[in-house]
């Protein structure tokens, strides 16, 4: 039993360190949960335990979702934009887990809706790289093509009778970038929108 408990112990409280020093309250509520997780293992209680670290677990993928917050582009010239929105925690387990983010943007004086987001380690995301791993699956819908970015690529879908526009990224094969948008005249602006997102910095927070 006391081979057991070294290494999940040190794991644990590796982890409590190496949390952000910039959120210290949050962190130190995860600290607390972690040490509280770790006790109730130690003494056996391997339900509470499990529940003590899913708190912890959550609650690190809130602080996570904050950073990657940060990374959202800003609004186009004549455009409002909202605060970003989070979907992680319970949202994300129901879809699987992982850290799920949203902002929406509005025309000013105008009818054009846009919303970026994105999802990270999300079972979802797994489904969109046949899609991108399938230039035939793509050069088949007369509505899409493959545009790059740099060194990436996106598939825009735009439905000009509808105004309505789809730009997906995928970075890694884990991270799913998507601007969606309504009330347009063309794709142009969710493309750049997509464009300008610090594809470096989300990298950067999402890094395992």
Known sequence: MRAM??????ALLGLALALPVTASAQADEVVEQIELGLELYQEGE??????ELEFAINDIRKLMSGRLANTFPEAPAGWSVEE???GGGGAAALMGGGAMLQRNYREEGGDGRLEASMMVDNPMVQGMAALF???????SQPNMER????RESAI?????ERGRVEATMLLDGRILLQVEGQGLDSPDLAVELLRDWDLAEVREQATR
């Open 5 to 10: 408990r070294k290494p999940v112990g040190t």
């Open 46 to 51: 391997y339900g509470a335990a499990l529940t």
């Open 84 to 86: 970003v929105e989070s």
């Open 133 to 139: 791993n399938n230039p035939a699956m793509i050069a």
């Open 147 to 150: 545009v790059r970015m740099g």
């Open 156 to 160: 825009v879908k735009w439905e000009a």
